[in-house]
């Protein structure tokens, strides 16, 4: 199975800020990966697929970026509904893996 | 509006079995792909198995092969998750969702608890 390793696991920060995920894969996965919000009780939120290509309805300031085995999300300028977990997730072959997480957490 | 609604979950002895629902509406339920995605307590995702459109591809995480069979039902709108040999290490909110094609999962479901415990 593919493993998907995001760093850091946690960090803090302040609104306004431009804040950055790292996702890296095991193997190469061209660009079939995905970024996911998930706040507590919720379910995830479909973010960015195709690595880059920004979900309907999802504000600007996220953005996605890399292929092959290293991605990143990039929030531009955080803001208070953005305090939450984010997932990658690749799914260029089965098992489909997801990363174990990052939570931004309010400074 | 996209609703995918799980049932099924419950307080399940280890070893005994369990059978998940999702009824979907909103959407032409045959043109999707559709997958399980657990959660346990405190943790992060993981995929269960998928299911292509038409039922004639599978896949499973190694965790739950030979334990697990996904299925649906095109007719009633319905996927399932027939769970067996449940251990404690299964339990877990499970979510389904809807699988675009190279596009990742847009629609979740709430979720069902199934909890493995003696």
């Known amino acids: 199975a593919i493993r998907m390793t995001q760093s850091p696991s946690s960090f803090s920060a302040s609104t306004g800020d431009r804040v950055t995920i790292t996702c890296r894969a095991s193997?190469?996965?061209?660009?079939?990966l995905a970024w996911y919000q998930q706040k507590p009780g919720k379910a995830p939120k479909l973010l960015i697929y195709?690595?880059?290509t920004l979900q309907s309805g999802v504000p600007s300031r996220f953005s996605g970026s890399g292929s092959g085995t290293d991605f990143t999300l990039t929030i531009s300028c955080l803001q208070s509904e953005d305090f939450a977990t984010y997932y990658c997730q690749q799914y260029y072959s089965y098992p489909v893996t997801f990363g174990g997480g990052t939570k931004v957490e309010i400074k | 509006e996209v609703q995918l609604v799980e049932s099924g979950g419950g307080v399940v002895r280890p070893g005994g079995s369990l059978r998940l629902s999702c009824a979907a509406s909103?959407?032409?339920?045959?043109?999707?792909?559709m997958s399980w995605v657990r959660q346990a307590p405190g943790k992060g995702l993981e995929w269960v198995s998928g299911i292509n459109w038409n039922g004639g591809s599978t896949g499973y995480a190694d965790s739950v092969k030979g334990r697990f069979t996904i299925s649906r039902d095109n007719a009633k709108n319905s996927l399932y998750l027939q769970m067996n040999s449940l251990r404690a290490e299964d339990t877990a909110l499970y979510h389904c969702a809807r699988d675009v094609e190279y596009s990742g999962y847009d629609s979740w479901g709430q979720g069902t608890l199934v909890t493995v415990s003696s």
């Open positions: 195709a690595a880059s």
């Open positions: 909103g959407f032409t339920f045959d043109d999707y792909g």
């Open positions: 193997q190469g996965i061209s660009s079939y």
